[in-house]
């Protein structure tokens, strides 16, 4: 193994402690094989079943044929939208906001501020866009802006027509396979249909700002509930990142740099290391479990954001991993869309 990826292995998993299991089925045959976890993420490759021989795990650039988003979907995504459904006249807006939100306001704002990226415009953002689109298997291409700004950051919009924009600074920071975590992650907004949500979000949290007190007060009890799944979404985007890298390691140092940063002075300084931030956010997850005072702490300094705190979604990616269905889904066994052939995922297991 390369000295660079033990040194993963060894981050995420140290060898002092014991190897999570487990059983994946043989797409094959059928067959159920047991698998140590780290192995299997960092050499999926090296994996074939003991029935049929055949390999265990997709290849790195097979494509997830007819991926519906269900099937990466985080349960408490599903337990939010749940919860906004429940509210009166929330359905009813979504369904009005579906049939009138148009596109053409934020495509020309892209146009007027923004590159239009294409074959013959930054194709190398492009490339990289339909590899992660490949491996998704989502058949549409969205239109691909590029914006000057001084932080890092990429979006997604457009109901009707998907746009993802990506921001200079972020191309600054951070390597090709980790831009190709941050592609999947925003096209796993656009295969969830995270847009229209995040338009009604946006537009509600925004009136809420400019009301009265009295309005302020009232509506905010719905503003939690569409800030909390907004937070919940970007959890199931983030599990979109991993499926289209493939590259649990890119994933996290995505995170590590959103946390700290790959500036020239920081860089030419010190090597910021995998470890010990993976330590921290277990860490920092150990006392909000442990200490109630500490998970009371956390949801507070949250509930103002509409993303969750970096370490958070790193252990919670760390966590699907582990007791997730992630090594099903590469294993073939995932919930497809309607008219495509197909085993449904399995239930997740469940952390001890």
């Known amino acids: ?114 590159i239009q990226c294409s074959a013959e415009q930054f194709p190398e953002l492009i490339a990289l866009v339909d590899r992660a689109r490949a491996r998704l298997d989502i058949e549409f291409r969205p239109t691909v802006y590029l914006g000057e700004s001084p932080h890092m950051n990429a979006l ?60 302020r007060l009232a509506s905010l009890p719905i503003q939690r509930l569409l800030l909390r799944w907004l937070r919940h979404a970007e959890l199931t985007a983030d599990r979109a990142a991993l499926l289209a890298s493939r590259d649990l390691s890119a994933c996290i140092n995505v995170m590590l740099t959103f946390a700290g940063g790959n500036r020239p002075g920081t860089a030419r300084r010190t090597q910021m290391r995998l470890g010990p931030f993976v330590r921290q956010c277990r860490e920092l997850a150990t006392w909000q479990a442990t200490r109630p005072i500490d998970s009371v702490l956390g949801t507070y300094v949250s509930m103002d954001r509409t993303h969750p705190h970096v370490a958070a979604r790193v252990v919670e990616l760390i966590r699907w991993v582990e007791y997730g269905n992630y090594l099903n889904i590469l294993g073939g066994q995932y919930l497809r869309r309607v008219g495509t052939a197909g085993k449904l995922e399995l239930p997740e297991a469940r952390a001890p």
């Open 156 to 215: 997604t919009t457009g109901v009707n027509s998907p746009v993802i924009v990506v921001r200079s600074a972020l191309l600054d920071q951070m390597q090709d396979d980790e831009v190709l975590a941050i592609l999947g992650h925003e096209l796993g907004h656009l295969h969830a249909g995270h847009p229209l949500y995040q338009g009604v979000a946006n537009a509600l949290l925004s009136a809420g700002t400019m009301a009265s007190s009295a309005l």
């Open 1 to 114: 193994m390369a000295a660079a990826a033990e040194e993963v292995w060894q981050a995420l998993w140290p060898r002092e402690s014991p190897a999570p299991v487990r059983t994946v089925g043989c797409r094959h045959c059928g067959q159920r094989n047991r698998v140590e976890v780290p192995r299997a993420v960092m050499q999926p490759e090296r994996h074939d079943c003991g029935a049929c021989g055949r390999r265990l795990f997709l290849a790195t650039d097979e494509p997830l044929v007819g991926l519906a988003p269900e099937a990466y979907q985080h349960c408490l995504d599903k337990r939010s939208v749940a919860a906004l459904g429940s509210v009166p006249g929330v359905p009813a807006l979504v369904e009005w906001a579906l049939a009138s939100i148009g596109d053409r306001t934020a495509q020309i704002m892209f146009m007027a501020d923004t």
